[in-house]
């Protein structure tokens, strides 16, 4: 048996664009990725804390220190310039595996510039110091 469980998460990352006539998924800054060890073209589900809606589409990486998110494609109606989101990817854990794990998350603020809080004992000290503390 496998369980499916959060493996990472950024939290209340501000929409920064919408791009109907792009192809469908989420841009999301590199180092945003990076926060969580996200992984490019990975599988996200996406909540939007404004309208409620919830959607799957997958992540890709948008230039470095941009702060970019931006919905593309279909899920460009899904959401607006200045919406907050919920994006998260899981992982399938075998039981034992799953007793002692902890999914890396950070939760942001000032339109993806600051950290407000970050649970990843990987981060580099180098990324963190590319965000306003």
């Known amino acids: ?26 841009a999301i800054d590199q180092e945003l990725m990076a926060l969580v060890g996200m992984l490019p073209y990975e599988k996200i589900l996406v909540g939007n804390l404004a309208s409620g809606e919830r959607f799957e589409t997958y992540a ?38 799953a007793k002692g794990w902890k999914p890396k998350t950070a939760t942001l603020a000032e339109h993806n510039r600051r950290i407000v809080r970050i649970d990843n004992p990987d981060v580099s000290v180098e990324l963190l110091t590319t965000f306003q503390r």
């Open 1 to 26: 048996m496998l369980l499916h469980l959060l493996r990472t998460k950024l939290l209340r990352a501000e929409v920064t664009g919408a791009r109907l006539d792009y192809e469908g998924s989420l």
């Open 60 to 97: 890709i990486p948008a230039p470095a220190g941009t702060r970019e998110v931006c919905l593309n494609g279909a899920t460009a109606h899904l959401g607006r310039p200045g919406d907050l989101l919920v994006v998260m990817t899981f992982a399938e854990l075998s039981p034992e595996e």
